[in-house]
Protein backbone atom coordinates (compact mmCIF):
# COMPACT_ATOMS: atom_id res chain seq x y z
CA UNK A 1 0.00 0.00 0.00
CA UNK A 2 2.78 2.33 0.80
CA UNK A 3 4.96 1.64 -2.28
CA UNK A 4 2.07 2.46 -4.53
CA UNK A 5 1.14 5.65 -2.72
CA UNK A 6 4.47 7.19 -2.86
CA UNK A 7 4.78 5.73 -7.01
CA UNK A 8 1.10 7.66 -6.85
CA UNK A 9 -0.57 4.57 -7.99
CA UNK A 10 -4.05 5.58 -6.31
CA UNK A 11 -6.21 8.27 -6.91
CA UNK A 12 -7.78 7.48 -3.50
CA UNK A 13 -7.60 5.45 -0.56
CA UNK A 14 -10.31 3.77 1.33
CA UNK A 15 -9.95 3.86 5.44
CA UNK A 16 -11.70 0.88 7.08
CA UNK A 17 -13.93 3.02 9.87
CA UNK A 18 -12.31 0.30 12.43
CA UNK A 19 -8.87 1.00 11.00
CA UNK A 20 -5.39 0.53 13.84
CA UNK A 21 -4.30 3.80 14.92
CA UNK A 22 -0.98 2.54 13.29
CA UNK A 23 -2.75 2.05 10.22
CA UNK A 24 -3.84 5.48 9.95
CA UNK A 25 -1.13 7.17 11.00
CA UNK A 26 1.20 5.86 8.62
CA UNK A 27 -1.30 6.20 5.86
CA UNK A 28 -3.42 8.84 6.40
CA UNK A 29 0.39 10.77 6.43
CA UNK A 30 1.28 9.64 3.33
CA UNK A 31 -1.38 10.00 1.40
CA UNK A 32 -1.70 13.54 2.58
CA UNK A 33 1.77 14.71 1.56
CA UNK A 34 0.82 12.94 -1.73
CA UNK A 35 -3.01 14.59 -2.09
CA UNK A 36 -4.23 11.65 -2.36
CA UNK A 37 -7.57 12.14 -1.23
CA UNK A 38 -8.97 9.38 1.62
CA UNK A 39 -12.27 7.40 2.37
CA UNK A 40 -13.74 6.64 5.43
CA UNK A 41 -15.11 3.23 4.69
CA UNK A 42 -17.07 0.71 6.25
CA UNK A 43 -15.10 -2.10 8.78
CA UNK A 44 -11.91 -3.99 7.44
CA UNK A 45 -14.05 -7.19 7.69
CA UNK A 46 -16.54 -5.28 5.17
CA UNK A 47 -14.28 -4.20 3.00
CA UNK A 48 -12.64 -7.35 2.74
CA UNK A 49 -15.33 -9.59 2.08
CA UNK A 50 -16.65 -6.79 -0.56
CA UNK A 51 -13.04 -7.53 -2.20
CA UNK A 52 -13.18 -11.28 -1.69
CA UNK A 53 -10.38 -11.30 1.08
CA UNK A 54 -9.40 -11.43 4.65
CA UNK A 55 -10.34 -7.73 6.52
CA UNK A 56 -8.84 -5.40 4.97
CA UNK A 57 -7.79 -1.88 6.78
CA UNK A 58 -6.73 0.09 3.77
CA UNK A 59 -7.57 -0.05 0.04
CA UNK A 60 -6.12 1.68 -2.92
CA UNK A 61 -7.99 3.16 -5.61
CA UNK A 62 -6.45 2.24 -9.13
CA UNK A 63 -9.27 3.85 -11.11
CA UNK A 64 -9.39 7.40 -11.78
CA UNK A 65 -13.47 7.27 -12.71
CA UNK A 66 -13.96 4.74 -10.02
CA UNK A 67 -12.36 7.06 -7.77
CA UNK A 68 -14.04 10.14 -9.02
CA UNK A 69 -17.57 8.33 -8.72
CA UNK A 70 -16.48 7.29 -4.57
CA UNK A 71 -15.43 10.63 -3.73
CA UNK A 72 -18.94 12.22 -5.10
CA UNK A 73 -21.20 10.04 -3.38
CA UNK A 74 -18.70 10.71 -0.24
CA UNK A 75 -19.23 14.66 -0.89
CA UNK A 76 -23.28 13.74 -1.84
CA UNK A 77 -23.72 11.50 1.16
CA UNK A 78 -22.07 14.14 3.59
CA UNK A 79 -24.37 17.13 2.26
CA UNK A 80 -26.97 14.44 3.31
CA UNK A 81 -25.87 13.78 6.63
CA UNK A 82 -26.17 17.69 7.62
Do not use: H, Y
Request: glycine share 10%; net charge positive; with cysteine.
Amino acid sequence: MRSGLQRDDFWCVVLAGDASPRAVEKIVALARGREVPIITGPSADEIGARLGKPPVMVAGVRSRDLADGMLRLEVKDGENKS
